[in-house]
């Protein structure tokens, strides 16, 4: 099945600053790739995702690149602000046909006003 | 629209007791699955639903677990004879069936489940 490492696990920033998480995926058939945004007490909200039909794709101030070559994928979010706080998933299909997702172990990020 | 809605928020059940976890999907979306989040981790896998069958439930812990979809919509996730490692989070998606694998799903609230 499919396995997806996230690193790092805790990221802080100051306000300002980029952010940049990084995952990795094992089987070479995956061809989607979400990001999810979890606060505390609420369920995930996707934020932004990728098809490996194109190597990245932005929406204002978060990009995903895909390297589908290396097996990896990153978030990127530019001129981070305190509501960014939050843990991060990063996630790939399952292994199956059917679309269930492997999410990473997840980041914790807190942005320093 | 509405998004995905999951009842109850919370539950607090004694050790040995059954349990019944509710999901309404977003109306039109075929598919539908349930998650497991455990203090401080990721999120485990543990069915999924098209319409009104399971084509895969190999994410589930054991046979104490069981779920159920009726009409293509509603969900139920029961848990019998509830353990103390049962205590998680419990969430549930769904998707509109486009293509296998690349679905994007929405998550609801999720209901926090606490055994004693």
């Known amino acids: 099945g499919e396995n997806v490492e996230q690193h790092p696990s805790t990221l802080s920033v100051q306000e300002g600053d980029s952010a940049v998480i990084k995952c990795t995926y094992s089987d070479s058939a995956s061809n989607y790739f979400p990001w999810y945004k979890q606060e505390l007490g609420k369920g995930p909200q996707l934020i932004i995702d990728?098809?490996?039909?194109?190597g990245e794709k932005k929406d204002q101030r978060i990009a995903v690149t895909l390297n589908k070559t290396a097996k990896h994928f990153s978030l990127h979010i530019t001129e981070t602000q305190p509501e960014d706080s939050a843990v991060y998933f990063c996630?790939?299909?399952?292994?199956?046909?059917?679309?269930?997702?492997?999410f990473g172990q997840g980041t914790i990020l807190t942005v320093h006003p | 629209g509405a998004g995905v809605s999951q009842s109850p928020s919370n539950k607090v059940t004694e050790k040995g007791k059954d349990v019944e976890l509710r999901c309404d999907p977003i109306?039109?979306?075929?598919?539908l699955y349930w998650y497991r989040q455990s203090l401080g981790q990721g999120l485990e896998f543990l069915i999924y639903f098209q319409g009104n069958s399971a084509p895969d439930k190999s994410g589930l812990p054991s046979d104490r677990f069981s779920a159920e979809r009726t009409g293509g919509s509603v969900s139920t996730l029961t848990i019998q004879r509830t353990q103390q490692e049962d205590s998680a989070v419990y969430l549930c998606a769904s998707s509109f069936r486009t293509a296998p694998r690349t679905d994007t799903q929405y998550f609801g609230p999720g209901t926090r489940l606490t055994v004693l």
């Open positions: 996630a790939a299909p399952g292994g199956t046909s059917y679309g269930k997702l492997t």
């Open positions: 990728i098809r490996s039909n194109v």
């Open positions: 109306s039109g979306h075929t598919a």
